[in-house]
């Protein structure tokens, strides 16, 4: 049984000290937040993480994973430190490190015995070096260690999953035997590992999430095209996808990318580019396209109903992808604020995000299902893609509503089908999007009636 020490327990710390816990290591998690710590003891989890509550209760049943606020408890005995500390984006889009350099600060006076230092969190590129140069400046006693970059790549909503049977480990360090204690600890999980220098493997996670997010500007870029050419994107995506070479995944057209990683990881990847004197204009254009698509959601409805003032609309779905009650960078606050921002009334539904969401979007009046939701609706927005969405008795959704208008920020409908269905429907990049015809209007209103 090796022991882990967590430092860190937000959403990638969690998960990798419940993880690990399960995968029979000993597991020591710490953080300063006591309130947060003490809610963990209760078995109260501060996120909401498919499969993680249970995964921590049984750990910690079975004693191997502990919760602390205490730096010594948590690094008596312990021979691997992971760092899972928060690196929100700063003003100029460059990551802030200050918790980070906290964490060395506090291993450096903590430690007293050596320690294989394991980075999760994404930093920039230097960092490692950085963090080796924080705890060697502020040791008392030289004691000897190593640090190791291991990028995390955990979806929200299927993090546990994500973290058991991952595509790759990837580890970096100039201190080979390090990274290879570090790939043992990871040898259960059966996935190829990649071991590299420690600048290497920091630049591989950010490289991933940028290319992940380009994907999804790609599609976009290409969905606004479709609606000229009157083509459906996403039959253009499944036609793509089964080139091996370009894959199914990451080509959903719509309201675009949020969330705590790919916003901030091309905003600092670009900082740093440029910080260097590079001109990073991909990263800037997959930027500037997915800010697009929020003003974008306004505008079109915008198009399909008139003036927005004293309209009633719905958003079903507030969390920035669906599985999670992250409100982070979501796509729902840009929406909301600019439908409130041209006079309308704004309520939503969210099956678990809707009370993070209230403090963020504290004018939204929040609505305790999706047909409570439509009633009086002049329009519904679909914001996220939740399951529950696609089984909606749309007929019912329909009589419901003041005006039987769906805007689908994620193309979860099949366009034929809601206009059979006496919706008048707009999707993103599904063939013709403009204004609402007056076939369409005369079409609706006979099904309605
Ligand atoms: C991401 C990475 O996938 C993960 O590897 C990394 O370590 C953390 O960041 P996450 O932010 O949880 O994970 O969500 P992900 O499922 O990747 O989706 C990110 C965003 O892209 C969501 O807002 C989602 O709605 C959007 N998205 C995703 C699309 O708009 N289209 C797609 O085809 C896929």
Known sequence: MKQICVIGVGYVGLVTAACFSDLGNKVIALDIDEEKIKDLENGIMPIYEPGLKELVDRNVQAGRLIFTTSSDEGLEGTEFVFIAVGTPSGVDGEADLRHVAAVARTLAMGMSAPLIIVNKSTVPVGTGDWVADIITENQSNPVAFSVVSCPEFLREGSAIGDFMHPHRTVLGSLDREAAEKVAQLHLPLRA???????????MIKYASNAFLATKISFINEIANICEELGADVKEVAIGMGYDKRIGHM???AGLGYGGSCFPKDVQALAYMAAEKGRHPQLLRAVMEINDDRRRFAVNRLEEMLGDLKGKQIGLLGLSFKPNTDDMRDAPSIDIASGFFNKGATVKAYDPVAMQAASTILPDIEMKPDPYALAEGCDALVIVTEWNEFLQLDLDQIRK???QPIILDGRNIYNPD??????FVYRGFGR????TITEEEGKAAATTAA
């Open 417 to 422: 089908k809601m206009k059979s269905r006496g």
């Open 192 to 202: 190829p590992i990649v071991i590299t220098d420690l600048r290497t493997a920091e």
């Open 431 to 434: 063939g013709y999007n403009g």
């Open 400 to 402: 419901l509503m003041r």
């Open 250 to 252: 990451f080509l959903d």
